[in-house]
């Protein structure tokens, strides 16, 4: 046998190794396309809100996503040094703010947490993306408008980490969202990428 063949049944069995295995919480696929889109093409709800608190910004760009069954828009900026993504449901109401970071900007403390987590399930792992999510509480009517003021007292704090990992059982790429405390609360496998959202300046 080829060594071509021979890592083809290696990917093949790891494919169904993955579908027997167990993991850290009930996983789930993102499965996400996004598309470009016009500034008229977002719904009439999330322009008044970025018209209203980002109308001085330039380079706004603007999305479409669709995640399995749920459809999203996002509009993605640049502020206060960094990059962010204002994601909005279906009919212009605000989800979540992204922040793109890098892992020196979280603390020693969650950022140990955080890779203690990830080491004891990987042999080896890298983080290819890390953002910080600014969303309201669950127990609270107050708005992501906080997130404007520096006022984060109403509002929870999420980090969602894309990494490249492997063990004996799994291989690929992965989407992890940690609590502000370091706790796993959602591992989804990336079906699919697309590269049409990338950050381009």
């Given at each position: 046998?080829?060594?071509?063949?021979?890592?083809?049944?290696f990917l093949i069995y790891l494919g169904f190794s993955f579908g027997a295995s167990s993991v850290l919480i009930a996983q789930s696929e993102k499965n996400?396309?996004?598309?470009?889109?016009?500034?008229?093409?977002?719904?009439?709800?999330?322009?008044?809100f970025i018209d209203t608190y980002f109308h001085d910004l330039e380079r706004i760009k603007y999305y479409q996503e669709k995640d399995g069954d749920v459809q999203t828009f996002e509009a993605k900026l640049e502020w206060h040094d960094h990059k962010y993504s204002v994601e909005f449901k279906g009919n212009g109401e605000i989800l979540d703010i992204e922040q793109l970071i890098v892992i020196d900007e979280i603390s020693d403390t969650l950022r140990t947490a955080i890779n203690e987590e990830i080491a004891n399930?990987?042999?080896s792992y890298e983080i290819t993306r890390l953002q910080r999510q600014f969303l309201p509480k669950p127990d609270s009517e107050d708005d992501i408008r906080f997130f404007?003021?520096?006022?984060?007292?109403?509002?929870s704090l999420r980090y969602e980490l894309e990494i490249d990992a492997r063990n004996k059982k799994e291989l690929g790429s992965f989407e992890l969202l940690f609590?502000?405390?370091?706790?796993?609360i959602q591992k989804r496998r990336i079906v699919r990428r697309s590269f049409d959202n990338i950050w381009i300046p």
């Open positions: 046998m080829s060594i071509k063949s021979t890592y083809l049944l996400e396309i996004e598309k470009s889109i016009k500034k008229h093409e977002m719904p009439i709800l999330a322009l008044e399930h990987y042999n404007l003021d520096n006022d984060y007292t109403n509002l609590s502000d405390q370091g706790v796993l």
